[in-house]
């Protein structure tokens, strides 16, 4: 069985010296590839070097997660593009790979201050103007986009109309809204990503989801070290819990979890070109 983890974060565990025995667990799993996501300019190089270690089974993206915008985004925006171009940051270091995609990048009032509505405010104009920037960037790529929507799907969803980016090649990471939000990235051409809140026992509306889009559509991610799942949750995650994932996926839509891991893994090679 070939199971990819679209969406997972591996510098934590290469930090802590656990990525071995991490790897070694996930490929027990049949979690045999795995794109480790970039969040801000202090992970990008790390998960760019973890790919070049792991050849076929660590790939990796590179992108400003709106929990990360702060005063100076822009020029951390201003680095994304040299991942594609082959050239040399400041400081003389070049990538060796390709990421991906572009991403995780997008919109998240959840996590805005809640004491400050000013402030809140201003973060989410930085935000707004991190997201725009970096969508004109994939615009010009012609890159697929992992997006982060938290409390903001209707505004995310109307800065990528706005953009010009290919619908076709946008995936909405961690889909957590219902089906008839799911309904609009399908119009569209879009994709969700589907976690372990899947196996949530209160997650009604996210299998609702998950169905409204179809197992063509499918495709599964960890976001580990979050969203732990069911019989796991409540401890850290990691990509080899996956098979968890993929097992509950498989019964809701039907299917063997060999078909079912047929289809996503198909899915996924063909959105991200891995």
Known sequence: MNLIDTHTHLDGFARRGELP???????AAGVTSMISIGTDS???ALIHDLAVAHPGVVHFTVGLHPCSVRENWA????QIEAFWSGAATEAGWKPALLPVALGECGLDRFHLPKDDPARAEQIFAWQ??????QLDIAKRLGCPVVVHSRG???ETVAMIDASGVDWTRVVFHCFSEGPE???????????GSFT????????????????TQGLDRLMLETDAPYLTP???RGKPNEPAFMRHTADYAAGVFGVSVEALAHTTTRTARAFFGI
């Open 21 to 27: 025995a991490v790897l070694d667990r996930a490929l």
């Open 42 to 44: 202090e992970d990008w």
């Open 75 to 78: 020029a951390e925006v201003a």
């Open 128 to 133: 707004q103007a991190a997201f725009a920037l």
């Open 152 to 154: 903001a799907f209707a």
């Open 181 to 191: 939000e799911m309904a609009e990235l399908v119009k569209r051409g879009a994709f």
């Open 196 to 211: 372990g809140v899947l196996t949530y026992k209160n997650a009604d509306n996210v299998r609702a989801s998950a169905l």
């Open 230 to 232: 069911v019989p796991h």
